[in-house]
């Protein structure tokens, strides 16, 4: 499948002059990236601490191509990021990438804070603005006001310690939006923004919240044609409940298409199995329509509940020390974005 058959409109003032030639891409799929996004335990709580082995010992069997570790208040932003990944390279042969915001602190504590997780066994990191304080419109005065900003710090570390790294790289990711960010007056920035971070150094991106595999899939195409190349991996986030759902649309900011909520409700009306199941075949179908259209992996949310992650993974068709070409069984792939 090509992007198109005949020369297209820049979509961004930065994107390079269209020869019309199709966008770079691989002509098969030949097995799917499979990562999966998980969240530290709360800072000194053991419970979670056991709960948090259990998980890694159930998403190891699947050898996902990577896992990312989160960072928030509840978990000790840094401290709690980089205790985990050091359990992970410690227990486990999976291979860590840290999140990092530039909520985080200061510009001083971000290069630390790089360091720290380089030292705790990361290779690659996600590095992110982070949501804004309630009621503030930027961040405080000494922080990194912008995911790019980050970028170019990590770059900068690995630059000055580049033998650390024996002649390899980090791998940097960043976040991008299907359905635009909510502080983006036009589409066309967010294309400036994510062709900004590739310049920098970006060398993939996993997307924020969508509902609709048909808006992923635009999203990408217009991205290549913008002069995107890096991964754009969809972020698959398991849709179980009603109350889930709207929570995951406002935290997101964009709004639950009213098809999907009223299939969810009418679940609900005859009990909450039957809501859990309708949740989780529109989960599945989202998931195989990205494959569908080209997707060469896909990111999975676990909220670290690693029975509804076996679950969604089986019908998604990728088995536990199978090889993820089975995931394809069924799906017709045309060519990958």
Sequence with gaps: MSFRSQAAPRWSASAPVDSGEPATHHDTVDRIALSFEIIPPRWGNETDVAALDHLLAELAVYYPDYVCVTSSQRSGWLDGTAALIERITATTRMRPVAHLACTTGPAEELTRGVNRLIDAGVRGILALRGDLPAGQDRLPAGYLPYATDLVRVIRAVEARQAARFAAGSLAVGVACYPLGHAESPTPEQDFDVLLTKQRLGATFAITQLFFDAGDYLSFVRKARLAGVTIPLIPGIMPMTSVARLERMGRLAGIAVPERLRRTLSEAAEISPAAEHEAGLRATVDLARACLAGGAGGLHLYTHNDAEL???????????????????LAGVALPTAC
């Design 309 to 327: 992650t076996h679950e969604l993974l089986a019908r998604i068709g990728v088995m536990p020390g199978v090889s993820h070409y089975d995931a």
